[in-house]
């Protein structure tokens, strides 16, 4: 059974809708004060990951305040490497660590696909659960990082300015590399399939890193891999489509490419024309996107007016799911995200008058 509020699911099939359907990249995180004070109470950032009711609470803590039209899965894309014994922590002020990060031969050789049911089983649990809290309200995203951008933390031990080590890697010992991509192209694959049967209803893949390749490289390393994972995923559950998006940050000048791996949508940051990009890949594609997070800062009118310049030069029709190019700021003023959220809404409402 599809949601009430099915406007995303509609406008990634590219099924006509009422109006412009928004969520936000990170829309569950501490810019929102409630967020700041569950995390209080689980302790630190992965217990809460690791506790399925109070990942619960956190994912429906920005839908009661704003009108969005989906919920996002709380966690991480690091869990899954986690999940393969590498030992995932976070540094106070340092962003995410491996005490473990994959460099040596032998622990290339041996790494495996965790079974997600079992090495991964909270987040099961936590979509369950937000399943049922949600009662088909609106509909819930499934997430996972890309093969690469996952293999960029694990090689680097955590984030990184250059990917020097990564980088090494993939010049001097591609073989190594490969061999990392097809362990978490089929990780991927097999966690976001049991999300999907435990009720995700569309799933999201995040590419944060491929924007930092070259073009052959990009192909070589990243996309093809993702092609692999949108090839395993199952394309229906309980008769109803589950949708996928493809999101690499800095992927704009690879659109055509990206639109062509089997996903229904494609994401873009904020450097792409949205009424390019539709000129380019729309007629095989939704799209997602592209709000500079940054704009979020400027007063609520000019928020607005950033907000409608990108509805209209969309245009009119089916096909776009507003959201923002990357993760919200943790320092982005609240209220501006009514204002976003309000404004996509009444103003495409109004294209779609006219366009009909
Ligand atoms: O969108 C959502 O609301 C779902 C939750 C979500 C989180 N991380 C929660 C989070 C999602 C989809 C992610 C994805 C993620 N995680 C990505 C891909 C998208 C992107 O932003 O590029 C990446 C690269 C990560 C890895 C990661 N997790 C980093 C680099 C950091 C530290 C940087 C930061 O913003 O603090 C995290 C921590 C993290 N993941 C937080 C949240 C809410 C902040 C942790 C905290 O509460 O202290």
């Not at 949601?3 to 009422?18: G, I």
């Not at 540094?91 to 005490?99: I, R, T």
């Not at 010992?173 to 097999?190: F, S």
């Amino acid at each position: 059974m599809r949601p009430k509020n099915d406007r995303f699911l509609r406008a990634l099939l590219r099924e006509p809708v009422d109006c412009t359907p928004v969520w936000l990249m990170r829309q569950a995180g501490r810019y929102l004060p409630e967020y700041c004070e569950t995390r209080r109470r689980a302790g630190d950032f992965l217990s809460l990951c690791k506790s399925p009711s109070l990942a619960c609470e956190v994912t429906l803590q920005p839908l009661a305040r704003y009108d969005l039209d989906a919920a996002i899965l709380f966690s991480d894309i690091l869990t899954v490497p986690d999940a393969m014994g590498l030992g995932l922590y976070f540094a106070e002020g340092e962003g995410p660590k491996f005490e473990r990060p994959l460099r040596e031969e032998w622990a290339i050789r041996d790494l495996q696909a965790p079974d997600p049911n079992v090495h991964l089983r909270y987040v099961m649990d936590a979509v369950a659960e937000i399943r049922r809290a949600l009662a088909d309200s609106v509909p819930l995203i499934g997430f996972s990082g890309s093969p690469f951008t996952l293999a960029c933390y694990m090689v680097e031990g955590g984030g990184s300015a250059d990917f020097r080590t990564l980088k090494t890697m993939l010049y001097d010992r591609p073989d190594l590399l490969h061999r990392i991509l097809e362990v978490n192209a089929q990780a991927v694959t097999d966690y976001l399939n049991a999300q999907i049967e435990c009720g995700a209803q569309a799933v999201q893949l995040f590419d944060t890193w491929g924007g930092a390749l070259s073009a052959a490289a990009y192909n070589e390393f990243s996309l093809n891999y993702l092609q692999k994972v949108v090839q395993g995923l199952k394309k229906t559950h309980n008769g109803e489509r589950i949708p996928c998006i493809v999101f690499t940050k800095g992927g704009g000048q690879w659109l055509e490419a990206i639109a062509s791996i089997g996903c229904d949508a494609v994401g873009l940051d904020w450097t792409t024309d949205i009424g390019d990009a539709r000129r380019r890949i729309g007629d095989k594609v939704a799209l997602q996107g592209n709000f500079d997070p940054m704009a979020l800062f400027a007063s609520p009118d000019k928020v607005a007016a950033e907000a409608r310049r990108i509805v209209d030069s969309f245009g009119g029709g089916s096909g776009h799911v507003f959201n923002l190019g990357h993760g919200i700021n943790q320092f982005t003023p609240p209220e501006n995200v009514t204002t976003l959220v309000d404004t996509v809404h009444n103003h495409s409402r109004k294209n779609s008058r006219q366009s009909s």
